[in-house]
């Protein structure tokens, strides 16, 4: 049965993939039997699937992500955040204060005001409804400090690499912390500027490069030359 | 500056502007022009040069108007007061009301609206210069447009029009071959689908006359479609070469 | 703007549609009733009254004096304008004219402009300064379904019902004379409108039908079977297949109306 493309080339929404015994995957269709491409991307066969790792794509909730949005609003009783996506998603009072609450706005804006970071994960999330965050788990809350940087969130997976090797290794090379929320928010923190800069210069890097091969090597290579630079500065400086 | 040719296509076939019969006129795309719209796209077709933009899926404003079942999509064709001869009114006009409406029907059938209920998207269409034709140069580049902001698509849509001047059919009239020809069919073709989103008529046509003009445009379209795609890719095969180097 | 419809009517229209039939009893080929009646509004120069099945459309043309448009000077103007008065529909809301009643508005214009229905070179007065303006305004008093070929019959045959002063230009003065003169009418063009629910062709979609059908196509046919405008509406798309099948049935519809009104 036929397949009309060569791997990982790139296709346009309504170009004809497949035809016959395949299956629609990501960023595909079906109709009448033959499958087409819906986004621009580069499309693959994964089996007898059908896949296109969109170049351009915006975040649909799912239940368990782990999510970095803003305060947009204090609300009556909870919060709404903006998790870069189609859809705004709740964080309810009760989810936050351990003990029940009187509903007063500035008992809630003292706890998370307009314009605070949180790192949260999606407790639900169905069509009718706008997702609802959980802050209730160890490594979630209020951000206090680091870098925000917006990744294409079809490229998330990229970063963090087969069985975590890619940010494993930038966090080591760097010394910082990262978190990769799952719609495209990345937090990076660390212990100075030059080193949040070179982390997110990495993670830029793998966004732009990520359907190359060899990018782990090259990416190593670009922290450990650029780390020894840092440390050659800062030698400088000490001797001046 | 208002140049009215004498004879819309003389007896060797060639029109006012020096095209045959079944020739467009020259075309450029360039997608991802502006950096505060999540998708956008420029098209300069003839002296036609519009620019259109995308934003969403997003929450919709006013709130009312979104449908708990569907994304809806909104147009809006807005014509530069100095794009025309004659300086327009920057209010909209019946025409341009018109105009959104047909060009919003064009581009939905390409849009999976049940995927994302209780969103909009919305399109921004800005004709900065017009000779004839803007409604589907319009189309070309909103759909572009929304598939440069990653909305999936069943297909992108193009359009084109072909028309009769002085007893002939002819491909993508401009300006003055629309005003004074006698009849003007733009149309917008899903080509993987073979679907047909817009289609409208003004002017005295046979059926076989309206047959032949709805072809020459379909084929216009596929020959339009060709470099939209090529549009597409440049923008993003620039990223993927970036890596292979 | 369209209601719900539910899931169980939908399913009863398409089922029935597979059959050839319509929820009404109609074929997939048949028109509503079609009822006309003009000169019903005296102050108005012309007035008509259609009625397809339900739907109620009156149209009413004043004739005034005005100036011709810079690249159509020896030529009377034409104007049209639709309401869709919220009498006529829970979905009508009263305001300024929205896209529907626009795009109404400007297909029926298109008909009878294109089909050169009004000779308006007679409407000529003082070639380049003063021309007759002919408005013909659309009142939609109730909908259910097929707005487009309603308001063009209606429009038409308040067209076809105007009366203006006599009158002759003597010295580039106008001046009226004695008695009344028909609005000089060149040509009576016909607006057939085909929906298409699934993959089925259907005439005169009534109010349901409408809510369902994906697309519409809707033509303006004049005496020689030659079309004069055309416009696809609706959020759905049409094979080119589909096209050929809907001009063919709009044309053998044109011929089947002009016989029953005698056009």
Known sequence: ?240 | MNEKPEKLIDKKGIRSDGRKADELRPLKLQVGVLSNADGSAYIEHGKNKILAAAFGPREMHPKHLAMPDRMVLRCRYHMAPFSVQERKSPAPSRREVELSKVIKEALEPALFTELYPRTGVDVFVEVLQADGGTRCASITAAALAIADAGVPMRDLVVACAAGKIDDTVVLDLYDAEDKLGAADVPVAYMPSLNAITLLQMDGILTMQEFEKATNMALDGCRRIYEVQKEALKTKYMVVKEAGEE | ?263
């Open chain 3, 1 to 263: 703007m369209s209601s719900l419809i539910t899931k169980v009517r939908l399913k009863q229209i398409e089922q029935l549609l597979e059959k050839g039939k319509r929820l009404d009893g109609r074929g997939l080929r048949d028109y509503r009733e079609i009822k006309i009646e003009q000169g019903l509004i005296e102050r108005a120069e012309g007035s008509a009254r259609c009625l397809l099945g339900k739907t109620e459309v009156l149209a009413g043309v004043k004739v005034e004096t005005g100036e011709p448009f810079p690249d159509t000077p020896n030529e009377g103007v034409l104007t049209v304008n639709a309401e869709l008065v919220p009498l006529a529909s829970p979905n009508f809301e009263p305001g300024p004219p929205d896209e529907n009643s626009i795009e109404l508005a400007r297909v029926v214009d298109r008909g009878i402009r294109e089909s050169k229905a009004i000779d308006s070179e007679k409407l000529c007065i003082e070639p380049g300064k003063k021309v007759f303006v002919v408005f013909v305004d659309i009142y939609v008093l109730n909908h259910d379904g097929n707005l487009i070929d309603c308001s063009a019959l209606a429009a038409m045959s308040a067209l076809l019902n105007t009366k203006m002063p006599n009158y002759e230009i003597k010295d580039g003065e106008l001046k009226i004379k004695q008695g009344y003169v028909s609005l000089p009418v060149k040509s009576r063009p016909i607006t057939v409108t085909v929906a298409k629910i699934n993959n089925t062709l259907i005439v005169d979609p009534w109010l349901e039908e409408e809510q369902v059908m994906d697309s519409r196509i809707s033509m303006a046919i004049n005496e020689e079977g030659n079309i004069c405008a055309v416009q696809k509406g609706g959020s759905g798309y049409f094979t080119p297949q589909q096209i050929l099948e809907a001009s063919k049935i709009a044309q053998e519809k044109s011929v089947e109306i002009r016989k029953k009104l005698d056009w």
């Open chain 1, 1 to 240: 049965m036929p397949i009309f493309f060569e791997k990982k080339q790139l296709v346009t929404p309504g170009e004809l993939l497949a035809e016959g015994e395949y299956l629609p995957g990501e960023n595909t269709y079906m109709e009448q039997n033959k499958i087409y491409a819906s986004r621009i991307g580069l499309v693959d066969t994964d089996n007898k699937k059908v896949n296109v790792v969109a170049l351009r794509a915006f975040y649909v909730p799912k239940v368990g992500d782990i999510v970095i949005g803003t305060v947009l609003e204090v609300g009556f009783n909870g919060w709404t955040i903006s998790i870069k996506g189609p859809y705004s998603a709740l964080l309810r009072a009760s989810d936050v204060l351990s003990r029940p609450f009187k509903p007063q706005n500035d008992e809630l804006s003292a706890v998370l005001n307009a314009g605070d970071l949180i790192v949260a994960k999606i407790a639900s999330y169905d069509r009718a409804h706008d997702p609802q965050l959980t802050v209730g788990e160890p490594g979630l809350g209020k951000i206090t400090r680091g870098q925000i940087l917006q990744v294409t969130p079809t490229k998330i997976p990229r970063v963090i690499g087969r069985k975590g090797s890619m940010i494993s290794m930038i966090k080591q090379e760097t010394g910082c912390q990262i978190i990769l929320g799952l719609n495209g928010v990345v937090l990076v923190t660390g212990k100075t500027p030059e080193d949040e800069d070179l982390a997110i210069e990495a993670i830029r890097k793998i966004e732009q490069e990520s359907h190359t091969s060899g990018l782990t090597d090259r990416v190593t290579q670009l922290l450990k030359e650029r780390k020894g630079k840092i440390e050659q500065k800062v030698e400088e400086n000490k001797n001046e």
